[in-house]
């Protein structure tokens, strides 16, 4: 009989793509040393430092938020505490998030052989979960340091951002002048996006077929010429009107060219972000069939699942891709039903209020874009996609299992022996508000004000510490910074 430095007991273990869990039976987790060590009812454990009877709650994988923005608007170590609280209240024990050189985040260019020194310095020892960096190869000297990163860092997922180059992060609002702050005799365009690519392919031949490339897929031209015909437009206003100025065949398109490019340069890991439209998942499905020798992956935000247009309360939903209407909603839950989206982010960007809003708050054009989430990320797909029969064991690989296979976070996904003890145990049968003021992020509003969820995150643990309970984040901060390997 083994010791456990933790015991579970009667918890529901719900496990990614394993459908004799959508119901699952209680039963006990042991864990020891921060890892699962066993599961299974009625564990002969002899002695436990600390036993929690879970009293038949669910227990899902701790959330692998693939897709946040620490440190976008405000400063980085402030970022990385408070939103991390948000993660650890939502049940996202592993952040993944996108870091770049240019304005906002640091507001700095240069190289990142100086630049992640600096972003992990400001993080360290301020988190609450563990962490891991995406980083934007905007110049081609970052395309160049693509090897030293992953040896020095840990970094094997990339990304582009396929409009900055013409149109900057808000649109009218953004300063692009000096946004990208990348050489002068150097353009962000797709030539650009193309020797990205051929920079990250040469290192996954090297290195080894865990790198992959993440696109947010919108097309600058098309929204600028879209943007000056709504801003004629007197019946347009609000969300409504930002969505139509960047319209879903701006993202269909991108996804069309960036796909060919994929294609073109032999890059076979290719991550399309947060498609927000009909359009958009018909494209990058038009894609995958068209070539087949790329591996796609389709992601989905819970900003675009569980809100529209008319349901965000205001600009404070202004989001790049933008909400958009009911329909297109709609449609990303039959994508997610039908098995063609493979995973689930929040996206999460905290805007306080003084950043997010113009001198006329309700100027959508003048406002930023994006806003934090990661709180409501599990509790919103659980409880919303019970109503639509999206069974527990697709939440877990949804949430948890694909991105870390995709990402490259191997001890994660799963609660299996082996796997480290990141454990979120889920009520599912608990009401309650969103609130914006219950929330532990700095952002003071919230498009998902008022929305009504039907289940609740009570216990969280990292690396069997509880991290929130009783309402409240636990302890201290120690969430580790993820090095990862490409192999
Ligand atoms: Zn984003």
Same mark, same amino acid.
């Given at each position: 009989?083994?010791?456990?430095?933790?015991?579970?007991?009667?918890? %529901?273990?719900?496990?990614?793509?394993?459908?004799?869990?959508?119901?699952?039976?209680?039963?006990?987790?042991?864990?020891?040393?921060?890892?699962?060590?066993? *599961?299974?009812?009625?564990?002969?454990?002899?002695?436990?430092?600390?036993?929690?009877?879970?009293?038949?709650?669910?227990?899902?994988?701790? *959330?692998?938020?693939?897709?946040?923005?620490?440190?976008?608007?405000?400063?980085?170590?402030?970022?990385?505490?408070?939103?991390?609280?948000?993660?650890?209240?939502?049940?996202?024990?592993?952040?993944?998030?996108?870091?770049?050189?240019?304005?906002?985040?640091?507001?700095?260019?240069?190289?990142? %052989?100086?630049?992640?020194?600096?972003?992990?310095?400001?993080?360290?020892?301020?988190?609450?979960?563990?962490?891991?960096?995406?980083?934007?190869?905007?110049?081609?000297?970052?395309?160049?340091?693509?090897?030293?990163?992953?040896?020095?860092?840990?970094?094997?997922?990339?990304?582009?951002?396929?409009?900055?180059?013409?149109?900057?992060?808000?649109?009218?609002?953004?300063?692009?002048?000096?946004?990208?702050?990348?050489?002068?005799?150097?353009?962000?365009?797709?030539?650009?996006?193309?020797? *990205?690519?051929?920079?990250?392919?040469?290192?996954?031949?090297?290195?080894?077929?865990?790198?992959?490339?993440?696109?947010?897929?919108?097309?600058?031209?098309?929204?600028?010429?879209?943007?000056?015909?709504?801003?004629?437009?007197?019946?347009?206003?609000?969300?409504?009107?930002?969505?139509?100025?960047?319209?879903?065949?701006?993202?269909?398109?991108?996804?069309?060219?960036?796909?060919?490019?994929?294609? /073109?340069?032999?890059?076979?890991?290719?991550?399309?972000?947060?498609?927000?439209?009909?359009?958009?998942?018909?494209?990058?499905?038009?894609?995958?069939?068209?070539?087949?020798?790329?591996?796609?992956?389709? /992601?989905?935000?819970?900003?675009?699942?569980?809100?529209?247009?008319?349901?965000?309360?205001?600009?404070?939903?202004?989001?790049?891709?933008?909400?958009?209407?009911?329909?297109?909603?709609?449609?990303?839950?039959?994508?997610?039903?039908?098995?063609?989206?493979?995973?689930?982010?929040?996206?999460?960007?905290?805007?306080?209020?003084?950043?997010?809003?113009?001198?006329?708050?309700?100027?959508?054009?003048?406002?930023?874009?994006?806003?934090?989430?990661? /709180?409501?990320?599990?509790?919103?797909?659980?409880?919303?996609?019970?109503?639509?029969?999206?069974?527990?064991?697709?939440?877990?690989?949804?949430?948890?299992?694909?991105?870390?296979?995709?990402?490259?976070?191997?001890?994660?996904?799963?609660?299996?022996?082996?796997?480290?003890?990141?454990?979120?145990? *889920?009520?599912?049968?608990?009401?309650?508000?969103?609130?914006?003021?219950?929330?532990?992020?700095?952002?003071?509003?919230?498009?998902? /004000?008022?929305?009504?969820?039907?289940?609740?995150?009570?216990?969280?643990?990292?690396?069997?510490?509880?991290?929130?309970?009783?309402?409240?984040?636990?302890?201290?901060?120690?969430?580790?910074?993820?090095?990862?390997?490409?192999?």
């Amino acid at each position: 009989m083994a010791d456990a430095d933790l015991l579970i007991k009667n918890a %529901r273990v719900v496990r990614p793509d394993d459908p004799s869990t959508d119901d699952p039976a209680a039963v006990d987790i042991a864990v020891s040393g921060g890892v699962v060590t066993a *599961v299974g009812p009625n564990l002969p454990v002899a002695r436990a430092d600390r036993v929690l009877d879970a009293d038949g709650l669910l227990a899902f994988p701790g *959330v692998i938020d693939a897709h946040q923005h620490w440190g976008i608007y405000q400063d980085l170590a402030a970022d990385t505490d408070s939103e991390s609280r948000a993660c650890a209240q939502g049940g996202v024990t592993t952040a993944l998030t996108y870091m770049r050189t240019g304005r906002y985040y640091l507001n700095r260019g240069g190289a990142y %052989r100086d630049f992640v020194p600096e972003v992990l310095d400001r993080m360290a020892g301020r988190a609450f979960v563990d962490h891991a960096l995406h980083l934007a190869p905007m110049t081609t000297e970052h395309i160049a340091e693509i090897p030293s990163l992953i040896k020095e860092f840990g970094v094997i997922s990339f990304k582009i951002f396929m409009f900055y180059g013409g149109h900057g992060l808000h649109g009218r609002s953004a300063d692009q002048a000096d946004f990208l702050m990348i050489p002068a005799t150097e353009r962000y365009d797709l030539a650009h996006f193309e020797f *990205v690519m051929r920079g990250i392919q040469h290192a996954r031949k090297r290195f080894g077929p865990g790198l992959s490339l993440s696109l947010h897929c919108e097309t600058a031209e098309i929204m600028a010429a879209y943007t000056a015909l709504v801003e004629q437009d007197p019946t347009l206003t609000g969300l409504r009107a930002y969505s139509a100025s960047r319209p879903p065949h701006s993202e269909g398109l991108a996804i069309t060219m960036a796909s060919y490019l994929a294609h /073109e340069t032999g890059l076979a890991n290719i991550n399309l972000l947060h498609l927000s439209s009909a359009k958009a998942v018909a494209a990058a499905l038009t894609m995958a069939k068209a070539f087949p020798q790329v591996d796609f992956r389709r /992601e989905v935000t819970i900003g675009h699942l569980l809100a529209d247009v008319d349901t965000a309360h205001g600009i404070g939903g202004k989001v790049n891709p933008p909400l958009r209407e009911r329909p297109d909603v709609e449609a990303l839950w039959r994508h997610l039903l039908a098995g063609e989206i493979d995973w689930v982010v929040s996206d999460h960007a905290c805007c306080r209020d003084e950043q997010k809003f113009g001198p006329d708050r309700d100027d959508v054009f003048a406002a930023k874009s994006g806003f934090g989430g990661a /709180e409501y990320l599990l509790p919103g797909l659980v409880g919303e996609g019970r109503k639509r029969g999206l069974p527990l064991s697709r939440v877990a690989a949804l949430t948890a299992w694909n991105p870390a296979r995709r990402y490259g976070l191997r001890g994660k996904g799963t609660i299996a022996a082996g796997f480290d003890a990141d454990i979120v145990l *889920v009520d599912p049968d608990a009401r309650w508000t969103v609130r914006a003021t219950d929330s532990e992020s700095a952002q003071e509003y919230t498009p998902f /004000e008022g929305f009504e969820m039907t289940a609740r995150v009570t216990d969280v643990f990292l690396r069997g510490h509880r991290i929130f309970g009783d309402g409240r984040v636990q302890g201290d901060p120690r969430g580790r910074y993820l090095r990862r390997d490409p192999a």
